[in-house]
């Protein structure tokens, strides 16, 4: 018996060679199935559901396929594009002003993105960035025209994915103007807090005109509509001046109001009685009964006796007075403070006393001051606030707390800083006539 032969070389009788047809079936069932794998997203094409399988599929094999790692940008604004793209995997963010503003619509997988610009002709309107790993395949919009749109099916699809869309886009432009119309109304609040809040305090830098013997100036800057800091300055008779300078931790609105809440308790106490200690614990105290969103507030609260230039005072966790004698450098006036005000009900504060001469100077601020900061987060300094103001000229009480804010502000170069700058300075002249 003849041995058989194998493979593509396996003849007829006659000699002839023979392809296998076995094998080759099996080959091209193969390469079938591996295209049918690789083409198997076309089911998941929204624009495509309709259409000849067998068509579309000879058509985007032939089209190029873009992988795009998270954060890439598959379009931009004003960028020329004549291409529809088809999301096979990944997601992709569609953002209207930059890379990081809000996410206005979702491409995902099945999805196409680009369909406007090969309509209109018109460059894109906006960001296509992949949050994930993402791949697309590209179809010129010479083949999409003459090859796809022709199917009135694809038509009908693209109007479908349109009309989605454009419903889509007017829920998010809907939304966009209520949180539009939201943050106009916010910003009408904040503008009416900002002219309550400015109103409560004394008007003008110059403080208790009425009392020649003492040139005091005030200055605030707030680094939001409205703030935490605050100062106050009065009297209730001839001869006694009560100035308190003080910061409300947090910031905004809660920080407004709880500083109108303090300012109001406080001016109140002051009034009752002429015991600084007490007028403190009683404060103190009415403060905490209230205070269910736990915060507090540093101060230094000070009465000055004109007679004969006594100074009364109480620190309430607030950073230390500075004192010039006779234009004399500045210096602490002590490092102790007592306990911020708002927190434990039944603190007892104790006041302090000094003595103010015909030329002495007093320097209040807050903590914004000393801690704003340059390029390298770098803080101004307490050292350098006592060597600016000691190395001052002049003794006038504007121009010193022009001064700070001018170095302040100079130090930090346009840097955002994250706290008001309260500065309150205090020149007292001479004593009045005792009775």
């Known amino acids: 018996m003849p041995h058989s032969k194998r493979g593509p070389e396996r003849r007829r009788g006659n000699g002839a060679a023979v392809t296998d047809t076995v094998g080759t079936n099996e080959h091209e069932e193969r390469r079938v199935n591996s295209d049918r794998r690789r083409t198997g997203y076309i089911s998941d094409l929204e624009l495509c559901r309709g259409l000849p399988y067998d068509q579309i599929e000879n058509i985007l094999e032939r089209c190029p396929v873009q992988t795009l790692e998270p954060g890439e940008a598959l379009l931009e604004p ?3 594009n004549h291409h529809l793209y088809f999301l ?6 569609v953002r209207l002003k930059s890379n990081d503003s809000p996410v206005a619509d979702v491409i995902e997988a099945g999805d196409c993105v680009g369909e406007m610009s090969i309509i209109d002709g018109q460059p894109t309107s906006a960001y296509v960035v992949a949050t994930e790993l993402s791949t697309v395949i590209a179809v010129h919009e010479s083949v999409f025209w003459s090859k796809i749109a022709i199917n009135p099916k694809a038509v009908r699809n693209l109007t479908r994915v349109l009309v989605e869309r454009m419903r889509k886009r007017n829920a998010a432009t809907l939304r966009a103007l209520e949180h539009e119309m939201r943050l106009q109304q916010l910003e009408k609040e904040l503008l009416a807090a900002h002219e309550i809040q400015i109103g409560m305090l004394p008007q003008g830098s110059k403080l208790l005109t009425e009392m020649p013997s003492l040139d005091v100036h005030a200055r605030m800057d707030v680094v939001t509509s409205v703030g935490g800091d605050f100062y106050d300055a009065f009297s209730l008779d001839d001869s006694n001046a009560y100035i308190t300078v003080g910061d409300v931790s947090g910031k905004g609105m809660p920080a407004a109001l709880f500083m109108v809440r303090t300012l109001t308790l406080l001016r109140a106490e002051l009034a009752k009685s002429g015991d600084l200690a007490a007028c403190m614990v009683r404060f103190n105290k009415m403060l ?7 915060m507090f507030v540093t101060l230094i609260v000070l009465r000055i006796d004109l007679t004969d230039g006594t100074v009364e005072y109480v620190n309430a966790g607030h950073p230390p007075m500075l004192l010039s004698r006779n234009n004399a450098p500045f210096v602490e006036v002590d490092e102790s403070a007592g306990l911020i005000a708002g927190v434990i009900d039944d603190h007892a504060y104790q006041s302090r006393a000094l003595h103010l001469d015909s030329g002495d100077r007093l320097l209040i601020y807050t903590d914004g001051v000393t801690e704003a900061r340059d390029h390298f987060k770098r803080f101004y300094s307490q050292d350098r606030l006592i060597d600016l103001v000691s190395q001052s000229e002049s003794s006038d009480a504007q121009q010193l707390v022009s001064t ?6 100079g130090y930090s170069a346009g840097i955002p800083q994250s706290d ?3 500065v309150v300075a205090i020149g007292y002249r001479d004593h009045i006539s005792g009775t």
């Open 78 to 80: 004003g960028q020329a």
């Open 288 to 294: 905490c009964d209230t205070n269910i969103s736990h």
């Open 88 to 93: 096979l995997s990944g997601r992709l963010d």
């Open 404 to 409: 700070i804010f001018e170095d302040a502000h």
């Open 420 to 422: 008001d700058i309260t």
